[in-house]
Nanobody, 119 residues
Framework: QVQLVQSGGGLVQPGGSLRLSCAASGTIFGIYAMGWYRQAPGKQRELVALIISAGNTDYADSVKGRFTISRDRSKNMVWLQMNSLKPEDTAVYYC?????????????WGQGTQVTVSS
């Protein structure tokens, strides 16, 4: 069983920065992809940023140029650096990791962390 623990988030003024962290623990033989999603009130969960095993990254159009996803493969950790934050970035952010473990592949989610951008 692979578990994810998130940290970071909180309240920040528009234009500010925050960094989210996510650590995966358990029996992990390999990781296919690590990503960050967010869900605002009344909206569906959406992909924010993704990094695959080869290192390629993908971002939602709304965060390109402002957010950066990074990882440490040796530590099974992923980060989301969020700069130039806007009120519309307010949401609960979730990390997601997919990979190989004992038995079927895993698809695990973090517990979620609130990010509020407000003056």
């Amino acid at each position: 069983q692979v578990q994810l623990v998130q940290s970071g988030g909180g309240l920040v003024q528009p234009g500010g920065s925050l960094r989210l962290s996510c650590a995966a623990s358990g029996t992990i033989f390999g990781i296919y992809a690590m990503g960050w999603y967010r869900q605002a009130p009344g909206k569906q969960r959406e992909l924010v940023a993704l990094i695959i095993s080869a290192g390629n990254t993908d971002y939602a159009d709304s965060v390109k140029g402002r957010f950066t996803i990074s990882r440490d493969r040796s530590k099974n950790m992923v980060w989301l650096q969020m700069n130039s934050l806007k009120p519309e970035d307010t949401a609960v952010y979730y990390c997601n990791v997919r990979g190989r473990t004992v038995g079927p592949d895993f698809d695990s989610w973090g517990q979620g962390t609130q990010v509020t951008v407000s003056s």
